[in-house]
């Protein structure tokens, strides 16, 4: 079952002067098991939106649709614990909500809070840990003694180690270096595939977008302003310019080549592959 | 967070607003002073008269005071049980049981009750109507004379201005904190007394650290600027004391004079 926005609006601090409407009158259906990335301006209301899906924020108007539940604007939601554990939030700069002693009580005080016991919770802790790639003589540190890229895998984990069916990431990759950004994305893409789980990405890097998530909702304003595949989304490089987005590398590489006169098959999705297609026609032609 | 009014600035235009800052804070100390006078009724009614002046004059609206006076109700209440209970002094007003009511016990917690009205207006019609940073400005020339015999007045004023910037900052970091452990299914509200401690572990140990991380930050900042503490600065914006302001404090030293006068007579 998709999850679903009937004309969800969202306004911060009503009734005061400092009253902000963050979402107007959302329709919206993001399908399961698909990597989904939430794109658009800062303040354009994309963590907002996440933020409803495990009800921190609950619809000023509307009704959301998330696992077999509903949550409808001026209803009290029901099982609020499980939905929380069913659907994982991590947040932008997660390594700020680290505080236990250890790196590896940390990561158990989340399966902990859904009902998990002692040993049961360090050994999904241990299996988490291991998923990000934290090695183990990091487990008995404190989580401050970790360098920003692993205090974020802790942080990570601490989500991962909950068994979410949906993953929701906000900004996961910001300030990580390349390497580390590659690592986590990779990791993001294999619990998709290989777990089914759904995950749903805020970022602002298009490179991301184009090669590791399936669709595309923007949000401009408040609302949405496209939602599609990737593949359809990037298909024509016009539309995100008009969006003020800067394509991947890749589409602006071919579409500087079509307009220098090469032939450029529309199926090329990496570098190499257009390399050795541009080197061919050049061969051929002189 | 939205509903805390005490102490909070409202950018309004009026002619206090206006006002030098120091102006303002000694005229309030003033009036402050005034208040403790037990100056009767009468004093009351006079200062009364003259802060509801300022109050409108600054533009500010009743309930808005009414807002700031809302959590001092409860310390009321509690001062008239108590006062009942113990001032067994003036007419008996009434009597349930073996319990009688006394009318001084009344009278006092009214007493108390007008000198904390009054204090909160007051304090109200500064802290409403001069920026934070117009604030320490002014604290930090009413301290320079005592510079002299050893009060870091700039490092005060400083201090307090870097509190004041920093206290949006952090409660905006709170809510994000208890934003992402209710993600990891902290219940705030719910929970055996374990959990709970818990649960307000996982929401302090975070916010100190980022505080310590943010206090670094700014002070590193601060450096490569060249701030040094006890060095001569100059400053972009400079108090100058107009007519308006020798008047305030006058009106303001008339009526601690009228008080203590009052005082005396009664």
Known sequence: M????????????????????????????????KITAIIGMTGSGKSTLVQHLNALLLPEKGTIRILDRTITAGEKPKNLKSLRGDVGLVFQFPEYQLFEETVIKDVAFGPKNFGASEEEAVKKAKHALSMVGLPAETYEKSPLELSGGQKRRAAIAGILAMDPKILVLDEPTAGLDPLGTVSMMSLFSKLN??????????????????????????????????????????????????????????????????????????????????AYAVARQVKKHG | MGNITLGRYIPLDSPIHKMDPRAKIVGMLLVLIAIFFPAGWYGYAILFAAVAFCIILAKLSFTFIWKAMRPMLFMLVFLLVINTLFLKTGTPLFTIGSFTMYSDAVFQTLYIAVRLLLMVMI??????????????????????????????????????????????????????????????????????????????????VPLFVSAFQRAEDLANAMEARGYAPGEKRTRYKVLKMQARDYVLLLICAALLGGMIALSIIL
């Open chain 2, 123 to 204: 304090t109200t019609c500064l802290t409403a109507t001069t920026k934070p940073l117009d604030m320490t400005l002014g604290i930090e020339d009413l301290l320079k004379p005592f510079a002299k015999i050893g009060v870091p007045a700039h490092e005060i004023a400083m201090l307090i201005s870097i509190a004041l910037r920093f206290i949006p900052d952090l409660i905006d970091e709170t809510q994000r904190i208890i934003k992402a452990q209710e993600s990891r299914g902290v219940d705030l509200k719910e929970g055996k007394i374990t959990e709970r401690i818990m649960a307000i572990l996982s929401l302090i």
């Open chain 1, 2 to 33: 998709p999850i679903q926005f009937e004309h969800v609006s969202h306004t911060y601090s009503t009734g005061t002067p400092y009253e902000y409407k963050a979402l107007y009158d959302i329709n919206l259906e993001i399908e399961e098991g």
């Open chain 1, 193 to 274: 595939r290989e777990m089914g789980k759904t995950v749903l990405i805020v970022t602002h890097d298009m490179e991301q977008v184009f090669k590791y998530c399936d669709n595309v909702v923007v949000v401009e304003n408040g609302k949405i302003r496209t939602h599609t595949s990737v593949q359809e989304f990037f298909a024509d490089s016009s539309l995100c310019r008009e969006m003020n987005i800067l394509p991947p590398a890749l589409i602006r590489m071919k579409d500087l080549l079509k307009e220098a006169g090469f032939r450029i098959d529309d199926n090329i999705q990496d570098l190499d592959r257009l």
